[in-house]
């Protein structure tokens, strides 16, 4: 444990570095005052907690990702209340550009200069997951400071992380929790159909899978320890 907590902190480490020789490098160019920057990730990691690793769960340690931005316009020091997704990025990337963001019911994303600036949109935040190694999909709702949790093959989750921030205690069973369980299902519903939606990604799998050979091929290749570098294939006979 000790091992992988440290290499994970040192993986840390290098990024903080890295971030640190791109910003120096705005300062140096006489850029930085003109630059807005956005810091992100994918996911997070459950490193440990409640005895798990890797990603692959709706906790916040890995569904919950750092989204930070800086530059002109962008009030500093202040934390966002309401609920950010990457889908915001859209619409704040073409705000730098000078573009406005299209009315696309698709690209649902709220800028996020509008929301570092205090706007709090009544808006819910979706994210999904849908490994080959997930039995069915799993759909986690941010509607305020209630996270709900929808799983195909399994019973719902509901937290209230304004009074449970750990994810400790799960009132989707709660008769007092009833209303609120009941909106977020209806909110996620109204976004997608979950059933659907995970139908359609195995179907997706199981084409991909038979495109290289099918599951006995898969297992005797193994995993594939890194991603392939841009412009080239996985080493797939």
């Not at 305020?144 to 019973?155: I, L, N």
């Amino acid at each position: 444990v000790r091992r992988a907590l440290a290499g994970y902190y040192g993986l840390v480490s290098q990024t903080d570095a890295h971030i640190g020789n791109i910003l120096h490098a705005l300062d140096v160019t006489g850029l930085a005052a003109t630059t807005r920057v956005v810091y992100t990730s994918d996911h997070g990691d459950n490193l440990g907690a409640r005895g798990l690793w890797g990603k692959s769960t709706m906790y916040e340690e890995s569904a919950g990702v750092p989204l930070i931005v800086a530059g002109e316009g962008i009030p500093a020091a202040r934390t966002c209340a309401a609920p950010a997704s990457h889908v915001d990025v859209y619409p704040f990337v073409l705000d730098c550009g000078g573009a406005p963001a299209p009315a696309d019911a698709q690209r649902p994303g709220v800028n996020l200069a509008d929301l570092a600036r205090g706007a709090t949109p009544d808006r819910c935040v979706l994210s999904e997951y849908h490994a080959t190694t997930a039995v069915a999909g799993a759909f986690m709702l941010r509607c305020g400071s209630w996270k709900y949790v929808h799983y195909v093959a399994y019973p719902p989750q509901l937290f209230d992380l304004a009074r449970d921030p750990e994810e400790l205690h799960d009132v989707a069973a709660d008769p007092a929790c009833a209303d609120a369980l009941a909106h977020c299902r209806q909110r996620l519903f109204a976004l997608l159909d979950p059933n659907e939606v995970d139908a359609r990604a195995k179907a997706r799998q199981a084409a991909l899978l038979a495109r290289y050979g099918g599951r006995d091929a898969a297992l005797a290749r193994g995993d594939l320890g890194f991603s392939p570098a841009p412009g080239g294939k996985p080493d797939i006979d």
